[in-house]
């Protein structure tokens, strides 16, 4: 469990609402960056937006080389695609896993 995993809440949520997954995975021996709070988290800003906050979180918390593993619920996971797709995390990023996400729509 060396590669570290970054969690990324949803629409109307902060950090703290992935805690307890957070837990768990911290449990299961895993490095966990559980602390982004996306703002603003209402639909105000853009998926774009957001994917550079995620990007700037990523490069301040993990640093500047090495992978890293990304987990979404909902919105977060829109936020995590796009920073896959075209801001370059495909060259980060080894696994992406999203939970409730509206993929299409």
């Known amino acids: 469990n060396e590669i570290p995993v970054v969690l990324v809440h949803g629409f109307w949520n902060n950090h703290r609402f992935l805690r307890y997954l957070s837990k768990g995975l911290k449990a299961a021996g895993y490095t966990v960056f559980d602390d982004l709070d996306l703002k603003p988290n ?55 896993i999203t939970i409730g996400t509206p993929h299409h729509g």
């Open 42 to 96: 209402n639909g105000n800003a853009s998926i774009t937006f957001l994917a550079e906050e995620l990007a700037k979180y990523i490069l301040k918390t993990a640093g500047n080389e090495g992978p890293v593993h990304l987990l979404g619920f909902s919105m977060g996971g829109l936020v995590c695609r796009y920073y896959l797709q075209f801001l370059g995390g495909q060259g980060r990023v080894r696994k992406l």
